[in-house]
DNA sequence: ATCGTATCGTCTGATTCGGACCATGGGCGA
DNA sequence: TCGCCCATGGTCCGAATCAGACGATACGAT
């Protein structure tokens, strides 16, 4: 029951224990690398150990499996939920951060050949196209499924920055 | 001369200088606060930390002000020069991150109240709203001067990117 | 001269990071 | 029924990142 901040780390997986019931850390990792993964990536190591500190926190409570492994299990206590919803209903007031290292490249470009811009325009279109090809078929694949749906949502978002993004390079690779 | 990995921050530090010419850590804190930092923040102590690094590796060179504070003046070696070339003629396979708290909630509403992502929706609008005047006011100062021309591309991804998202919480709030 | 404040810089402890490495056990061939 | 392979599941570590408190210096205004 020992007290420290909650990270967005934290929360995915406060939040995802919360959406598919009790997990193991390796449930977690599985879930997290196919839904907010994609958007934001956690080293899979994070995922071992915030559930440990979440427990010793009182958000979580653990049982150990009887057979095979003995892994651990997570779930939520009403603590946890508590604090999910708390957060959830808090306001936002942070702007997102576009990590993207092919637009440091593009911004100092100056500083190399400037023929490494149609190269690096080719690749991202590559990449971009690539991506938006998994999130339609996710979309077609659980997109009809009620149970599903409100989750998918994001992925619209997704979907719109890849799309902004792809249509970026296109204009990139034609004027370079 | 040691050695040692080259990270995103070492070539937004090389690539700076590389722009602006000879920096103190501080002119690295400012330029890079109202350009690259826009889209990926660095922490500002990393920012004086960092060249100290590239120094031991050869890839930039000190200098000490005569007078006043006696500000160390860093500036690039050849190798500088070349590392920050040879990063930008390299293929980049990665995709970007985008880091979004709001997404996330998003993601997670189910497990709060649903009137959560109308107040969610609005606040984005806003500060999606803002950044675009930031960067649109930016184009309108810099975008004509030949100098800079090259360096505001970027910018144009950042606008669209600031678009799409946008208009995804604009229909949300008109959804919820 | 001294004071206030914008400029400039350092430090710290906690967290995050990637990735190498280790362990388990269920299924399959012999 | 044995054993061994390898996908599954998990730990560990050193380095980089992080936020943000705190400290120092210069310089103009009084």
């Known amino acids: 029951m020992s007290s420290g901040r909650l990270s967005t780390t934290s929360y995915v997986v406060l939040g995802t224990i919360g959406l598919r019931g009790p997990s193991t850390p390796y449930d977690l990792k599985r879930a997290v690398g196919h839904s907010v993964g ?7 190591a994070q ?13 979580l409570e653990v049982e150990t499996e009887q057979t ?4 651990k299990i997570y779930s939520l206590t009403d603590e946890g939920r508590e604090a999910v919803r708390a957060w959830l209903a808090a306001p936002t007031h942070e702007h997102f951060e576009m990590r993207d290292i092919a637009e440091m490249k593009l911004f ?13 325009a080719r690749e991202q279109i ?3 196209e690539e991506r938006i090809s998994v999130y339609e078929d996710m979309q077609r694949r659980f997109g009809s499924e009620p149970k599903y749906a409100r989750r998918m949502i994001p992925l ?21």
Chains 1, 2 share one sequence.
């Open 38 to 44: 994609y958007f934001w990536s956690f080293p899979h």
């Open 126 to 128: 590559k990449q971009h």
């Open 156 to 176: 619209r978002l997704g979907l719109e920055m890849e799309r902004a993004a792809l249509r970026f390079w296109s204009s990139i690779a034609e004027e370079f």
């Open 68 to 71: 095979g492994r003995r892994r």
């Open 47 to 59: 995922l071992y150990s915030e559930p440990e500190r979440l427990e010793r926190m009182g958000l």
């Open 108 to 120: 100092f470009n100056e500083l190399g050949d400037s023929g490494n811009i149609v190269n690096l």
